[in-house]
Structure formats: C-alpha cells, structure tokens
C-alpha cells in the first residue's frame, strides 16, 4: 500500500537554550526548514509562552511542520508532516537539528494514510 | 522516565465526505476536540483547498492540535499531542472519530520528550 504522507516524530535534546526562546529565530528557522523540505507555506500559528518556550507551526501545501520549545530542558518537540513525492521531512529535521544545536535526539517516522487508496 | 506528553497519530478512514469538505464544521469540531482534552486554544490556522480538503491546526496551551482532510478518498489526518497531567487526546480523538462518521482507524500513541527530565 501507498502512504500518502510521512511524519516525522522528532524529539530533540541538549539544544541551545537561548534559541528554544528566541520565536524570531524559531519562525526563520521553520519557514528555511519548509524550504528545504520542498514544502508550499499556507499560513502560521505562534505562541511565545511565559516565562519561556515556544510554540510554532507551519500549515503548508502538503500537511505541516511544528515546533514546541522548552529551553529550561534544552528540548524541542518536532513535527514534520508532508505529503506527496516532491518533499522530504528528512530535509527539515536536518536544518532543524542543527538550527537548535541538538547534542541527541530521537526520530520516529510513521507512515499515514496507508489505507487511503484511489 | 516521564513523557513530556502524549501524541496520538490518527488515520480515519470512511468518513463523511460532506463533512471532511467543511471547513466551519471542521474548525467547530476542532474547537470542541480541544475542550474535550481539557486545553486552552491560543491560536489557530486554516486552510480550505481546491478543490476540496481542509487544513486546521489549533495551537493550545498544551502543545497543538491538527486535522487535514482528502474528502475524495473520506480520509482524515489527525495529530493530537498534549502535554501535562490535566488533558487527555483520547477524549479529543472520540470527539473527532464520531464526527468525521469514521468507519475505520488507526491510531498511534507517541511519548513525547521521555529524555527532557528536569
């Protein structure tokens, strides 16, 4: 069976701290993240929370990319959701592991829509 | 270790295609999905496609809330992930099963953020 999507799972630690507070940086880095994964941007949503973290996502042509930051863990939650053949979540998840200067992470790819056939 | 949170990814299959193509009826049932799991809506985004499929992503207190529908195929995407011991995506996933008139589905729980201890 075809999946129509792929979405990766990517828990992210031991990042830089000041940049999971920094939603300027994070909404840069997110939208170069959509780019290089080959992604259409649609529209955004962003939270900065108090008295740290942020929360971001992307709603693209083809799903859409999130961010959810907890500086005082060094942790980042990502979303990489994208359908179709032309992209690859695998793209984002490489710009945003180094954006945020990841030391350790943890990546699960599920397959979606498996059972969505023509 | 504890989980940060909890990430339910949801395919629905044999949906109601009228509703998958209607997009207040979406965001309506998106709002409710968010109440049901006990999270506070800070922002939203949404995308009506041509010709047809709705994009939604609610971004909630405790972390977001996603749906994208294919309505030819009476498929629906949804991402639930919640943070905290005071909300439940499965309350939100039976609110959007019975919605969407599901049929079928498959659900997988991600625990998200196991190594971001304090």
Known sequence: MQALGRHL??????CN?????????ITAELQAA??????RVLGSAFHRFSPGGVTG???????HLAVHTWPERGYAAL???TCGHQTD?????QRLRCAFGATQ?????????LGAGE
Do not use: C, H, K, M
């Not at 959509?34 to 992604?39: D, K, P, V």
């Not at 992470?105 to 979606?112: H, I, K, L």
């Open 9 to 14: 799972l990517v828990d992210l630690y031991g």
């Open 17 to 25: 701290r000041e940049r999971l507070d920094d939603p300027d940086y």
């Open 34 to 39: 959509a780019q290089a994964a080959g992604t």
């Open 57 to 63: 996502v992307l709603i693209v042509q083809e799903s």
């Open 79 to 81: 979303d990489l959701f």
């Open 89 to 93: 979540p695998w793209a984002a998840y």
């Open 105 to 113: 992470d943890n990546v699960v790819e599920v397959s979606r829509g």
